[in-house]
T-cell receptor, first 114, second 110 residues
Framework: DSGVTQTPKHLITATGQRVTLRCSPRSGDLSVYWYQQSLDQGLQFLIQYYNGEERAKGNILERFSAQQFPDLHSELNLSSLELGDSALYFC?????????????FGEGSRLTVL | GIQVEQSPPDLILQEGANSTLRCNFSDSVNNLQWFHQNPWGQLINLFYIPSGTKQNGRLSATTVATERYSLLYISSSQTTDSGVYFCAVGQSGGGNKLTFGTGTQLKVEL
């Protein structure tokens, strides 16, 4: 158990819909990262938050947004969903401030868009 | 952006065999981590190793940053070692914004 909690584990929805994925980092970790794993793109960094503020952005679509709340949990919002958004979405956290250090992943949220 | 290449892409071993997985990267890094994705999809951190050598049980890793490669050694492999092994790298100022390789799919058979 990495200590990173993600919900829901599985989600099936239709094109055009909106979903929210939730993540609680390890106790004490201030940094939260979102990654997407798809068959065609592999594992890709989406976005990082550190203590409530956006710190780094990767290949995140404009239809996607995220935030980190004062209790440090984070949410990834995916809207106007397309078939190609079907993927495994991981949240990860690390403890060494906003910098490097071991990255611990949650079990992921598997999104299927029909 | 930085390119990360892993080899071999696929590997089948008999239980008890040893193996070496390689990760080459195209630019200087200050962050390198190895992960194991088990058959249930879970990503487990094996090593944080931007340079040097580390060992953890039957696994060890070496990163030669100046030559832009890292190696993961698995000794006395077990069926529970099956899964995909990913190398991921990050560059200065990028924190844990990591670029992942395409992985090595390992299957350990009895």
């Amino acid at each position: 158990d990495s200590g990173v909690t993600q919900t829901p584990k599985h989600l099936i929805t239709a094109t055009g819909q909106r979903v929210t994925l939730r993540c609680s980092p390890r106790s004490g970790d201030l940094s939260v990262y979102w990654y997407q794993q798809s068959l065609d793109q592999g594992l890709q960094f989406l976005i990082q938050y550190y203590n409530g503020e956006e710190r780094a952005k990767g290949n995140i679509l404009e239809r996607f947004s995220a935030q980190q709340f004062p209790d440090l949990h984070s949410e990834l919002n995916l809207s106007s969903l397309e078939l190609g958004d079907s993927a495994l979405y991981f949240c990860a956290s690390s403890g060494r401030g906003a910098g490097t250090g071991e990255l611990f992943f949650g079990e992921g949220s598997r999104l299927t868009v029909l | 952006g930085i390119q990360v290449e892993q080899s071999p892409p696929d590997l089948i071993l008999q239980e008890g065999a040893n193996s070496t997985l390689r990760c080459n990267f195209s630019d200087s890094v200050n962050n390198l981590q190895w992960f194991h994705q088990n058959p249930w999809g879970q990503l487990i951190n094996l090593f944080y190793i931007p340079s040097g050598t580390k060992q953890n049980g039957r696994l060890s890793a070496t990163t030669v940053a100046t030559e832009r490669y890292s190696l993961l050694y698995i000794s006395s492999s077990q069926t529970t070692d099956s899964g995909v092994y990913f190398c991921a790298v990050g560059q200065s100022g990028g924190g844990n914004k990591l670029t992942f390789g395409t992985g090595t799919q390992l299957k350990v058979e009895l």
